[in-house]
């Protein structure tokens, strides 16, 4: 399968279903969304249809239409996703103005797009998102529901992540899913304005809404299973005197794959170099005020853990330790941390980060992001959970996306690399023996 053959249906400006009352029509930023990447994040649910799908059309049209009237209502409490950036760029309009909508129908069979076309061509899943362009006139929101063949429905969402971490975004998910399902909402509003009083915006010599092209080397995406199994013995080869004998899942994947990446760097250069793994750390339920808790926004900060060149560290433990002291010591820390410490702190975590990215050609930068124990697979719309739940190919910069498996024990590792790289990293030994090839 090289090609789908997607045929739009609907395209609309959604609004929220009541319009939003006067003095909640400004959101200001708050200073970690003001640092937040300029891109959307995307997410795809795919659920595969049931007999019934295939023997009523009319199925489809009634589900349609209920994600339609629910995402408009849900739109009426997550407000600021219906509004526009002003033109300070440092608030939001929250003027109903409404998110990109869009139903296709794909002529392809869901199960065999899964299972056959994705392996081979991953690209493939970028065209069931809403065609967006990031600019500050731009939907902060966009949803393209993609019906297959046979009822089979892809729910593709992008949202800013200006405005949402993926704490927030999965939580608007959530809460679309429950309206959609039970065609009622919760009595509680999200908590939108929490992080802005808190953390205000500084006067920073960024210019927003600038993301240079990609003129380097093509970037790949490919995706790498660890099943439960797999991690298990991951974990078991942690040596017994190690700091962190028991990491969790996340770390110890993070960890490998850093190992990986540094080993292709030594044996492409010669030698060692130093190399960095940055992550996010989220603030929720680390810092000392309660009302961080369940804040939308973003609420994370940049952990970063260094690996000189003359350390001789070439073993899993050794990266599991950098990577769980790292996030140890900047947890403790935050706890510890008055508002303006932690302000200090995320600035200069992202000051730390830019001098890096500026060392390109003496010192390796990798990026890692991980959206486990979010309740994506939690996502009933009214006619079950998902089947799977995907990220996409990225071909802007290179970036480690982890997901769960749907059981939940497992990772799902997305890893965007440069092509040469990415040929090395996939015939590494640590990779092929823990986690095999997927079927072509």
């Known amino acids: ?131 967006m362009e990031h600019v500050p006139s731009s939907p902060l929101l ?43 909402t919760e009595d509680c509003l999200p908590r939108f304005g929490q992080l802005p009083l808190l953390f205000p915006t500084r006067v920073l010599s960024r210019t927003r809404f600038s993301r240079p092209p990609n003129h380097g080397p093509k970037i790949v995406t490919r995706r790498f299973v660890f099943d439960a199994l797999a991690i298990t013995k991951l974990k078991n080869t942690i040596d017994s005197s190690a700091t962190f004998r028991k990491p969790t899942r996340v770390v110890v994947v993070m960890s490998l794959i850093w190992k990986v990446l540094a080993d292709i760097s030594s044996a492409k250069n010669g030698h060692s170099r130093d190399s960095s793994l940055i992550f996010y750390i989220s603030l929720r339920g680390k810092f000392h005020s309660p009302s961080l808790k369940n804040a939308l926004g973003n609420c994370t900060t940049f952990g970063i853990a260094d690996l000189e060149a003359s350390q001789s560290r070439n073993e899993l433990t050794d990266f599991v330790n950098l990577v769980g002291n790292t996030i140890q010591d900047t947890s403790v820390g935050i706890g510890k941390a008055s508002v303006d410490d932690v302000s200090s702190l995320v600035l200069n975590n992202q000051s730390k980060v830019a001098y890096k990215r500026r060392q390109g050609d003496t010192m390796d930068i990798y990026r890692c992001t991980s959206w486990c124990r979010f309740p994506w697979y939690e996502a009933d719309f009214g006619w079950g959970k998902p089947f799977w739940v995907s990220a996409v190919s990225f071909d802007i910069i290179e970036i480690v996306c982890l997901m769960d498996t749907k059981n939940g024990d497992g990772i799902e590792a997305w890893v965007s690399l440069k092509e040469n790289v990415m040929a090395e990293f996939e015939k590494h030994p640590d990779i092929l023996t823990v986690c095999p090839p997927l079927p072509s």
């Not at 200001?28 to 994040?41: C, G, I, N, T, V």
């Not at 969402?157 to 009622?184: C, N, P, R, Y």
């Open 1 to 131: 399968m090289d090609k789908l053959e997607i045929h739009i249906q609907t395209r609309k400006m959604l609004k929220p279903s009541t319009p939003t009352v006067n003095h909640l029509q400004s959101l200001k930023l708050s200073l970690f969304d003001q640092l937040a990447p300029r891109h959307y994040e995307p997410v795809l649910l795919h659920y595969l249809p049931s007999t019934s799908d295939c023997e009523e059309g009319i199925i489809m049209t009634e589900r349609c239409d209920k994600l339609q009237k629910s995402l408009a209502q849900t739109l009426t409490k997550y407000y600021p996703l219906a509004g526009r950036f002003r033109e300070d760029e440092l608030s939001i309009h929250c003027n109903d103005e409404g998110v990109e909508y869009v139903e296709t129908k794909v002529n392809a069979d869901l199960a065999k797009f899964i299972h056959q076309g994705v392996p081979k061509n991953i690209e493939l899943l970028n065209d069931l998102l809403p065609e």
């Open 142 to 184: 966009g949803v393209q529901v993609n019906v297959f063949n046979c009822g089979g429905v892809v729910i593709a969402i992008q949202m800013s992540h200006i405005l949402a971490d993926g704490f927030t975004f999965a939580t608007f998910v959530k809460e679309w899913a429950h309206i959609s399902q039970t065609g009622t």
